[in-house]
């Protein structure tokens, strides 16, 4: 058994400890809403107070936040892990963040001492719960070795990806391809809406052809159900996109695409919609065309 520790227990990061827990590690987790952590609490977990006593418990620190920002705070704030964490311990972030500050904390666990892998996911929350999310790592090979194998606790589809931040550019590329595919799923499930089809049978057999795809077969089936709370809110998405548009630009790429996805999900948060699933920009084009 290995000390473990969990900082994040959200939508993603609730079911991916509880993998942990059950193949029987000890773990030590924060969050900062406690209660949301009560579930992994009852299956075993430990509570801290902070990311620092998580970190001063820990020989491998597992981390998925919302934001970027939120990585900073709980990595480098006061009485955070890395002013607490041990020589030789790992710290995994699994945070879609950025490529620039997952190369910030490599370097700067590397001159502590210890080390530092960034794993973003993708699968949302059925690949969570499932253990089947697609993990992809940057940083040293040898460290990505080393914790291999907790990732296949979480996931069934693990690579590493490269050097620090190789990981979250390959969960940007990830994000570019979704933001395309779910412009495609609501414009076709809008289209078979008016035409007055139904939408299940119509993915019952568009979801098996050439058109298939993860968003139309799992995120179009909850359209259809009229179910859109969050896999991945619109929230998270809209952080990724603008990280990716970001990273675009300092490269000199353009991708309109991208952008103009982007433009349909900020009209989402405008609406008051940024707590839903991705899913909810049916919502938004919905009520474009007056069909809400």
Partial sequence: MKSVGWIGTGVMGRSMCRH???????????????????????????????PGEVARRSDYLF????????????????????????????????????????????????????????????????GARKGTLAIMVGGEEQDFEEVKPFFELMGENIAYMGSAGKGQHCKMSNQILIAGTMIGVVES??????????LEDLIGIIGKGAASSWSINNLGTRIAKSDFQ?????????KDMRIALDE????????????????????????GHENLGTQGLYKVLAALNGME
């Fill in 20 to 50: 942990l827990l059950e193949a029987g590690h000890q773990v030590y987790v924060y969050n900062r809403t406690k209660s949301k952590a009560q579930e992994l609490l009852q299956a075993g977990a430990q509570w801290c107070d902070s």
């Fill in 63 to 126: 981390s998925i936040v919302g934001y970027p920002e939120d990585v900073r705070e709980i990595m480098l704030g006061k009485n955070g892990v890395f002013e607490n964490i041990s020589q030789g311990s790992y710290v995994v972030d699994m945070t879609t963040s950025t490529p620039r500050l997952a190369e910030e904390l490599f370097q700067k666990a590397k001159a502590g001492g210890f080390h530092s892998l960034d794993a973003p996911v993708s699968g949302g929350d059925i």
């Fill in 189 to 198: 499930l809008l289209y078979a809406y008016k035409a007055g089809m139904d």
């Fill in 230 to 238: 969050p896999g991945f809110f619109i929230k998270h998405f809209v």
């Fill in 248 to 271: 675009a630009h300092r490269m000199s790429l353009s991708l309109p695409g991208l952008a103009l996805v982007e433009q349909f999900y900020t009209s989402a948060i405008a609406l």
